[in-house]
């Protein structure tokens, strides 16, 4: 990730620097790490921290509703010398940030620890002390190695440091570096349909439906131009545009979409393709906006073995369908089954995106509609604060997910006795 590495060493922290991370971990990875104490820690994603340690536990206090037997609160404490040769760069990223209360420090994929300790702290927390290590150190050479061959291999830009701020939840810093790198394009760039992708993606995330639908029919138009007709690049196209169509009610237009895009994608990869999973997950959410539960369940289910065989257990993908799966229970009147699912979901976002992330909102709305039906009005209001939160902070007041908790929660107050 060469450029992104350039620009956390343009933006790079002047002096040693203590900072924090709150999460939920599982018994069984917190284990791992007790065990490992002394030893190398690779982190094989961007690491988003904070200096502001208060911060760190406001996120776990508002998770904490969510600890349960299997989970337990954990604060990262890491401490990091920029002055130290050798290390990967970390960088205070509060003046690009949506969020700049967030006094927020991001730190370089590969960046290697060594973990010093692990304690209990107040409370219920257990505090997980790192130190950001050298890679001149004599042990980290075989680590350092590996990912500096990863790092050569790969290609990367501003397009890539903006896909990471779209990661994160940071929409219009994501579009600022995507649109700075599509503006130094020469005019007939190969890169310029996959600009106009990724600007419709995000433009969706926002909930700019109309803006997404004109940058992704842009890519489109240049795509059929210039690629073969069976290439996968125009299944993504397809895709994403039906996404958007089914968000604006347009089921009709959003399920001929999706079939192109099978079509496509299947002549291009195997059934048991993580593109494929996407599709068949879609079209299972078209077919749940339409009160057909059980072609939604069998479109869900079937995602979820594809991706339960080939990604990480806290990919944000099987987050995603967990919390599809546990809305169509809700319907059906399985509400402990939903709300089984629906966890299931919040602790894979919880672990794998922004505490700010839309997508998180989402499942602590559906997780207090569950406890409304229960009649546990109580419960139902905290969820559905927590998601209310998040929406207002990352959407815009017109934004259909905005307007909806709104109504949602005047909703649930109205019956309080």
């Known amino acids: 990730m060469r450029d992104i590495e350039e620009q956390l060493v343009q933006y790079q922290c002047s002096s040693p620097i203590c900072l924090y991370r709150g999460q939920l971990m599982s018994n069984e990875e917190l284990q791992t790490l007790k065990?490992?104490?002394?030893?190398?820690?690779?982190?094989?994603?961007?690491?988003?921290?904070s200096t502001n340690r208060q911060l760190a536990i406001s996120f776990l206090q508002s998770?904490?509703?969510?600890?349960?037997?299997?989970?337990?609160?954990?604060?990262?404490?890491?401490?990091?010398?920029?002055?130290?040769?050798?290390i990967k760069p970390f960088a205070n990223i509060t003046s690009l940030s949506y969020f700049p209360g967030e006094?927020?420090?991001?730190?370089?994929?590969?960046?290697?620890?060594?973990?010093?300790?692990?304690?209990?702290?107040?409370?219920?927390?257990?505090?997980?002390?790192?130190?950001?290590?050298?890679?001149?150190?004599?042990?980290?050479?075989?680590?350092?190695d590996h990912m500096q061959a990863r790092l050569e291999a790969g290609k990367t830009s501003l397009y890539s440091f903006g896909q990471v701020l779209r990661d994160m939840g940071k929409f219009d810093e994501a579009m600022k570096y995507i649109h700075r790198f599509l503006n130094g394009l020469p005019r007939n760039h190969q890169d310029i349909s996959l600009c106009y992708h990724a600007l419709g993606v995000i433009a969706d995330e926002k909930g700019d439906y109309?803006?997404?639908?004109?940058?992704?029919?842009?890519?489109?138009?240049?795509?059929?131009?210039?690629?073969?007709?069976?290439?996968?690049?125009?299944?993504?196209?397809?895709?994403?545009?039906?996404?958007?169509?089914?968000?604006?009610?347009?089921?009709?237009?959003?399920?001929d979409?999706?079939?192109?895009?099978?079509?496509?994608?299947?002549?291009?990869?195997?059934?048991?393709?993580?593109?494929?999973?996407?599709?068949?997950?879609?079209?299972?959410?078209?077919?749940y906006e339409q009160k057909q539960y059980s072609q939604a369940l069998d479109y869900y289910?079937?995602?979820?073995?594809?991706?339960?065989?080939?990604?990480?257990?806290?990919?944000?993908?099987l987050g995603a369908v967990y919390n599809n799966i546990g809305e169509v229970h809700r319907y059906l009147g399985q509400y402990d089954l939903a709300l089984k699912v629906h966890n299931l979901s919040l602790n894979i976002y919880?672990?794998?995106?922004?505490?700010?992330?839309?997508?998180?909102?989402?499942?602590?709305?559906?997780?207090?509609?569950?406890?409304?039906q229960k009649g546990d009005i109580r419960q139902a209001l905290t969820y559905l604060e927590k998601a209310a939160a998040i929406f207002r902070h990352a959407l815009l007041p017109t934004n259909p997910d905005v307007i909806r908790i709104t109504q949602n929660i005047e909703r649930v107050l109205s019956k309080q006795t």
Not at 222 to 246: E, H, I, Q, S
Not at 262 to 275: E, G, P, S, V
């Open 210 to 255: 109309d803006s997404s639908l004109e940058w992704h029919h842009k890519a489109l138009d240049r795509w059929t131009r210039t690629l073969k007709p069976m290439d996968p690049r125009l299944g993504d196209a397809y895709n994403c545009l039906a996404v958007v169509y089914r968000k604006k009610g347009d089921y009709v237009r959003a399920l």
């Open 257 to 287: 979409l999706y079939e192109k895009a099978l079509i496509i994608l299947r002549q291009a990869f195997n059934d048991d393709h993580l593109k494929i999973a996407m599709c068949l997950n879609n079209i299972g959410v078209v077919y």
């Open 35 to 49: 065990s490992s104490i002394g030893q190398l820690i690779s982190m094989n994603s961007f690491l988003s921290t």
């Open 103 to 144: 006094d927020e420090v991001l730190m370089m994929l590969g960046s290697i620890f060594r973990l010093f300790d692990i304690y209990r702290g107040d409370g219920q927390v257990w505090i997980i002390h790192l130190i950001l290590c050298s890679e001149n150190d004599h042990d980290l050479k075989p680590i350092f």
């Open 63 to 86: 998770s904490s509703s969510t600890v349960s037997d299997d989970l337990q609160q954990v604060l990262f404490k890491i401490e990091a010398d920029p002055q130290l040769k050798g």
């Open 350 to 372: 919880e672990k794998s995106l922004s505490p700010q992330h839309p997508d998180l909102a989402t499942t602590y709305e559906n997780i207090g509609l569950v406890y409304e």
């Open 301 to 317: 289910e079937k995602a979820l073995a594809i991706w339960q065989r080939h990604l990480p257990a806290n990919h944000s993908h």
